[in-house]
Nanobody, 124 residues
Framework: QVQLVESGGGLVQAGGSLRLSCIAS????????MGWFRQAPGKERDFVSA????????YYADSVKGRFTISRDNAKNTVYLQMNSLKPEDTAVYYC?????????????????WGQGTQVTVSS
């Protein structure tokens, strides 16, 4: 498994931006697809976005498409989530996740390593 540490969460007004980072403590980071998930109070954890091993492919939930951008820097073992035009309904704990994946594709399920989460709060 991979140890993951998220950072960058905080309190922001609606319409604002935040950039989340997740650093992985694992060699061969480029063998892992990476994803972001979020969990609002009283709700299940939902898929937000994912990126392929090389970063050439990405996928987004409809609720964030056009506002969020996922990217990765394999030299730094880091994946990012740039969040723009934030809405109060984006308020949640955001989790970084990793999945060892032999294909250059973007899985949305099957992640087996998780970070501790970072709180994002969007005020209206």
């Amino acid at each position: 498994q991979v140890q993951l540490v998220e950072s960058g969460g905080g309190l922001v007004q609606a319409g604002g931006s935040l950039r989340l980072s997740c650093i992985a403590s694992r060699r061969f980071f480029s063998n892992y697809a990476m994803g972001w998930f979020r969990q609002a109070p009283g709700k299940e954890r939902d898929f937000v976005s994912a990126i392929s091993r090389s970063g050439s492919s990405t996928y987004y939930a409809d609720s964030v498409k056009g506002r969020f951008t996922i990217s990765r820097d394999n030299a730094k073992n880091t994946v990012y989530l740039q969040m723009n035009s934030l809405k109060p309904e984006d308020t949640a704990v955001y989790y970084c996740a990793a999945r060892f994946y032999g294909l250059e594709a973007v899985p949305v399920v099957g992640y087996d390593s998780w970070g501790q989460g970072t709180q994002v709060t969007v005020s209206s």
